[in-house]
């Protein structure tokens, strides 16, 4: 489907793999992850804002600013141009500083951190620190103490071999819902570990509760979305869907919204040129119930977006992601 408005359905094209967003604290603009990886990413992966009223896609040119207080004080170093983003988040320090959280893909396998100052109308960004893993991350949530959740989707799968095909058992499939990685937490001045009780399938987005106490994480090759007590170190509830939810995000009501495809690539024509559309959803979940409700669903409205990760309420609207393509759909939230 084309850019622009179709009835009550805008298509704001002029974005790359709008794969995660978050609303900026001076509520004016998103801030969205361009995730291209790979050398095609040079020039087009990294943070943009996103101005609603203008629908404009404006870059984001990092400084770097080193403080060994901001992520792992062995950090080797600013992350540069090699940034490739994926999942973020948002803090709030105790000082005021807004903290961005970024999942990193380039040159190092990373939680990058930022600062984001915006004074009458301009934003700037200017990087502080790092963790390194040795595992690929996917997204994260922050913690009130500066420490942060992360998922691990491929940490469990068999490593390939040269040539590139997959060490260990032939029976591993990556999209069949068996565990294939966990979440983990990072803590200032203890590092980085797995948090008991979450290998699932391909675990994805994440969220904390602002007391800290509790944690949601999407499985998404399972088609779940599980709740997760901090302090006791178990899952306390879960919940099925019936597409495969990506991120998860916060509403106004304090419920969560998951967006998710109803397949993967693997359905698509591997001839295609184009990005392959896929049904998607939205759901709604209440965190005390861990019970669903759409929101959503793409059948029957034509090929608005491919690859759909991310859906994010902005007062009555709900903008929604992708891991692909070339827009961000805007639709009406339901009251």
Not at 27 to 42: D, I, K
Not at 146 to 165: D, E, R, V
Not at 269 to 279: D, F, G, V
Request: aromatic share 6%; glycine share 12%.
């Amino acid at each position: 489907m084309e850019c622009g408005v179709h009835g009550d359905i805008d298509i704001l094209c002029g974005t790359r793999s709008p794969e995660d967003l978050e609303l900026t604290p001076d509520g004016r603009t998103l801030l969205v992850s361009q995730m291209v990886n790979g050398p095609g990413g040079a020039g087009i992966a990294g943070l943009m804002l996103f101005d609603p009223a203008k629908k404009t896609f404006t870059r984001l040119t990092p400084t770097a600013d080193p403080r060994k207080e901001w992520g792992d004080p062995a950090c080797p170093g600013p992350i540069g141009d090699a940034l490739r983003p994926h999942g973020i988040s948002l803090l709030k320090r105790n000082n005021g500083a807004i903290q961005v959280f970024v999942v990193n893909h380039g040159s190092r396998e990373s939680i990058e951190m930022f600062e984001l100052k915006q004074s009458s109308g301009t934003s700037d960004l200017i990087w502080h620190g790092c963790v390194v893993s040795k595992e690929a991350f996917n997204d994260v949530a922050a913690e009130p103490d500066g420490g942060f959740i992360a998922t691990h989707p491929t940490a469990l799968q068999p490593p390939a071999a040269p040539g590139g095909q997959v060490k260990g058992p032939p029976t591993f499939d990556l999209f069949s819902g068996q565990a294939s990685g966990y979440v983990s937490r990072w803590i200032p001045g203890k590092g980085e570990s797995e948090l008991p009780g979450t290998r699932a399938g391909y675990p994805n987005g994440v969220l904390v509760s602002s007391d800290g106490r509790t944690m949601y994480f999407n499985a998404w090759t399972a088609k779940e979305v599980h709740k997760y007590d901090l302090k006791e170190g178990k899952e306390t509830g879960m919940v099925k869907l019936d597409f495969m939810p990506d991120n998860i995000s916060w509403t106004s009501k304090k419920t969560m919204l998951a967006a998710g495809v109803k397949g993967t690539r693997g359905n698509c024509p591997a001839s295609s040129s184009t990005p392959c559309i896929q049904a998607f959803g939205i759901t709604e979940i209440d965190p005390a119930k861990m019970e669903a409700k759409t929101v959503f669903d793409s059948e029957g409205k034509g090929a608005l977006i491919s690859g759909v990760s991310e859906a994010l309420q902005v007062g009555n609207s709900i903008y929604i992601g992708a891991f692909q393509g070339d827009r961000i759909v805007k639709i009406p939230a339901k009251k």
